[in-house]
């Protein structure tokens, strides 16, 4: 499994803190991965590592493609999971984002794990979204679990007990914490009823959150535009649908009720 590690970049990091978010079953309307592709792009991120898909993906699922170059030459661009680094006020940062993968998990953690340890890392916060029956409307909420649960209270997210199936995110949580590193897992709860992706009110929760625990500042207004354009987009959606407009009103009143 060292050999579906690859490294391309050793820099000396402080102390760093990995985030990582999974595309898939872990990533309801994007909301997870979108989150953490915007703290990459806002940091400025640069590669670190990736780990090779052949060991750990099922390519009739997650498919790769064909890439047109400048010169006209096609070529084949295969699934992979990414590291990138950035700097932070008093650590550093590894950003690891990718596909779930479909087999091989334990090895798959191992590779995870390596990155941990090359890097000295500290701390993980693993970040999720998923569908509930909550309105649209509302600020979306946040929930998870962490090794220190007063960390949960400090950064106003929701404790759960969620017991069922999980996904990667669920068992590298577990491995991380036998590992006696801290963990942070966050989850954005977002409307069942509203098929569209990528939900940036999602993703705005989460790096909201997110930001002040890791100690770095982002200019959000671009993500706070995007969450805007879309609550007026479902709004009218919404409004529009005699049916789902309804539904929304039985949620109205079950929460008022509460």
């Given at each position: 499994?060292?050999?579906?590690?690859?490294?391309?970049?050793?820099?000396?990091?402080?102390?760093?803190?990995?985030?990582?978010?999974?595309?898939?079953?872990?990533?309801?309307?994007?909301?997870?991965?979108?989150?953490?592709?915007?703290?990459?792009?806002a940091l400025?991120?640069?590669?670190?590592?990736?780990?090779?898909?052949?060991?750990?993906?099922?390519?009739?699922?997650?498919?790769?493609?064909?890439?047109?170059?400048?010169?006209?030459v096609r070529?084949?661009?295969?699934?992979?999971?990414?590291?990138?680094?950035?700097?932070?006020?008093?650590?550093?940062?590894?950003?690891?984002?990718?596909?779930?993968?479909?087999?091989?998990?334990?090895?798959?953690?191992?590779?995870?794990?390596?990155?941990?340890?090359?890097?000295?890392?500290?701390?993980?916060?693993?970040?999720?979204?998923?569908?509930?029956?909550?309105?649209?409307?509302?600020?979306?909420?946040?929930?998870?679990?962490?090794?220190?649960?007063?960390?949960?209270?400090?950064?106003?997210?929701?404790?759960?007990?969620?017991?069922?199936?999980?996904?990667?995110?669920?068992?590298?949580?577990?491995?991380?914490?036998?590992?006696?590193?801290?963990?942070?897992?966050?989850?954005?709860?977002?409307?069942h009823y509203?098929?569209?992706?990528?939900?940036?009110?999602?993703?705005?929760?989460?790096?909201?959150?997110?930001?002040?625990?890791?100690?770095?500042?982002?200019?959000?207004?671009?993500?706070?535009?995007?969450?805007?354009?879309?609550?007026?987009?479902?709004?009218?959606?919404?409004?529009?649908?005699?049916?789902?407009?309804?539904?929304?009103?039985?949620?109205?009143?079950?929460?008022?009720?509460?």
């Amino acid at each position: 499994m060292a050999d579906a590690l690859r490294l391309l970049d050793e820099p000396e990091l402080r102390g760093p803190d990995l985030l990582l978010a999974f595309e898939g079953w872990n990533d309801a309307g994007e909301a997870a991965t979108s989150a953490l592709r915007f703290l990459t792009d806002a940091l400025g991120a640069t590669p670190l590592a990736e780990i090779d898909s052949e060991e750990f993906f099922d390519f009739t699922v997650t498919r790769p493609e064909v890439k047109l170059g400048e010169d006209g030459v096609r070529s084949i661009d295969w699934p992979r999971f990414e590291f990138s680094h950035a700097s932070g006020p008093e650590r550093d940062l590894i950003l690891g984002i990718g596909a779930e993968p479909h087999t091989r998990w334990r090895a798959f953690c191992e590779c995870v794990a390596d990155v941990t340890k090359r890097f000295g890392v500290r701390r993980v916060i693993l970040l999720g979204s998923f569908l509930a029956d909550v309105l649209y409307s509302r600020p979306v909420g946040v929930t998870g679990f962490a090794s220190d649960p007063g960390q949960l209270e400090r950064l106003g997210i929701t404790p759960t007990r969620y017991e069922g199936p999980t996904g990667i995110i669920g068992v590298l949580g577990d491995r991380f914490r036998r590992d006696q590193l801290e963990v942070l897992s966050c989850w954005a709860g977002l409307p069942h009823y509203i098929d569209s992706s990528p939900n940036p009110r999602g993703a705005l929760a989460l790096v909201q959150h997110m930001a002040p625990y890791l100690g770095v500042r982002v200019d959000e207004r671009p993500l706070c535009e995007a969450a805007g354009e879309f609550e007026e987009r479902i709004s009218a959606l919404v409004a529009a649908d005699p049916t789902l407009s309804e539904y929304v009103k039985q949620l109205k009143r079950r929460d008022f009720a509460q």
